[in-house]
């Protein structure tokens, strides 16, 4: 994701046609989040380890700009749960998350 760069879904499949191996990257990160927020949404992850484990802020802010002209090319369902998951994780990036906190401290 380091070297990934696209303004827009246009230049997305002008940079990485579908069978490249950037194309094919950035469906697999896509994909891992997907996963991810169908199990976050489910209760089945817990969502303090996921946002505290991942880097779901800088992989998010290159693929964001992707995804709603993917939606638009293909369907509205299209990465819906990863979308889902972005979203929840601003929101406990700015409610939930702070350092020391008291989920974070170790018994040991």
Known sequence: MSEFSAKDYDEFKTKYPINSEGYHNVGHVLAFYEVAG???SHGLLNENLLFDASDIAFTWSKLEKIIP???K???PALWENAVWLAN???QWQKKVWKPNQKWKTSTA
Request: without cysteine.
């Open 88 to 90: 929840r994780y601003k």
């Open 69 to 71: 002209g993917w939606q």
């Open 73 to 75: 090319e293909t369907s």
């Open 38 to 40: 169908t199990l976050v």
